[in-house]
């Protein structure tokens, strides 16, 4: 969590993203979405795209989404416009799988039988 300002990714990672030269995108067959909710009652929900290609990782999508309270639907919705603006890209489109990596905040090790498989 970044500490300096109100957000879920902290300038260190951020910076040499957004500087970085430009390359030209694959076209993807699938992209790994990862969600990291927010988990009190004042928090940023993390949510990034990530492509492989050849042994090249491409970061697609990258947001940080202030969630006030544990609001099912704002969370959802926020998810929803998220993929609807990476089907978007070309490099994309309507074919493309999204594999979702979700944390769940505050399970341990003990909680595992909780979660359905």
Same mark, same amino acid.
């Given at each position: 969590?970044?500490?300096? /300002?109100?957000?879920?990714?902290?300038?260190?990672?951020? !910076?040499?993203?957004?500087?970085?030269?430009?390359?030209?995108?694959?076209?993807?067959? =699938?992209?790994?979405? !990862? #969600?990291?909710?927010?988990?009190?009652?004042?928090?940023?929900?993390? #949510?990034?795209?990530? !492509?492989?290609?050849?042994?090249?990782?491409?970061?697609?999508?990258?947001?940080?989404?202030?969630?006030? /309270?544990?609001?099912?639907? =704002?969370?959802?919705?926020?998810?929803?416009?998220?993929?609807? /603006?990476?089907? =978007?890209?070309?490099?994309?489109?309507?074919?493309?799988?999204?594999?979702?990596?979700? =944390?769940?905040?505050?399970? !341990?090790?003990?909680?595992?039988? /909780?979660?359905?498989?």
């Amino acid at each position: 969590m970044a500490s300096d /300002r109100s957000s879920y990714f902290p300038d260190n990672v951020l !910076g040499p993203v957004f500087t970085a030269d430009r390359v030209a995108v694959p076209v993807f067959s =699938e992209l790994y979405v !990862g #969600i990291d909710p927010a988990s009190h009652k004042t928090s940023s929900m993390g #949510i990034s795209a990530i !492509g492989v290609k050849d042994g090249t990782i491409y970061l697609m999508g990258l947001a940080s989404v202030r969630i006030e /309270r544990a609001d099912v639907r =704002e969370v959802s919705q926020s998810i929803v416009v998220f993929l609807d /603006r990476l089907r =978007e890209h070309p490099a994309i489109g309507k074919k493309c799988a999204f594999l979702p990596i979700v =944390e769940v905040p505050n399970l !341990g090790a003990h909680d595992r039988s /909780r979660v359905p498989c």
